[in-house]
């Protein structure tokens, strides 16, 4: 019989938002896509219609939500990968503060530039 693993506690918080960014991922997605190839075909999209895009605030505070839930689904689904294969101790404080500093770097620049997109700076 298979033995399950994981370092997700089911039920917890970290387990639960993994699900809720899964999910917010994949509908965001598919509307990005959706509006990026079937609203506006690929020789249509330019800096300007993005520049466009980006300064209505629904669109703009949307990119922001896919940005932060990317970048945590992201970062908590690598640290999970790694606790799994055995990471513990000091080697498994390191790596969780490594990805967290990556991770809200990640995010800072990219609402840099979403803003610097939409044309508020």
């Given at each position: 019989?298979a033995?399950r693993?994981s370092?997700f506690?089911?039920?917890g918080?970290?387990?639960?938002?993994q699900r809720i960014?899964?999910?917010?991922l994949?509908v965001?997605?598919?509307f990005?896509?959706f509006?990026l190839?079937?609203?506006n075909?690929a020789?249509?999209?330019?800096?300007a219609?993005?520049?466009e895009?980006?300064?209505?605030?629904?669109?703009?505070?949307?990119?922001?939500?896919f940005?932060?839930?990317?970048a945590f689904?992201?970062v908590?689904?690598?640290y999970?990968?790694?606790?799994?294969?055995g990471l513990?101790g000091?080697?498994?404080?390191v790596v969780?503060?490594?990805l967290v500093?990556?991770?809200?770097a990640?995010?800072?620049?990219g609402?840099?530039?979403?803003?610097?997109?939409?044309?508020w700076t």
């Open positions: 019989m033995e693993y370092s506690a089911p039920g918080t970290a387990w639960l938002l960014t899964a999910a917010f994949v965001v997605l598919a990005h896509f509006q190839h079937f609203v075909h020789a249509e999209v330019t800096f219609g993005t520049q895009r980006m300064s209505t605030i629904g669109y703009f505070v949307t990119m922001v939500l940005l932060i839930a990317g689904h992201g908590n689904g690598v999970n990968a790694l606790v799994n294969q513990e000091t080697q498994k404080k969780l503060s490594v500093l990556a991770g809200a990640l995010i800072a620049q609402i840099y530039v979403a803003i610097a997109m939409a044309g």
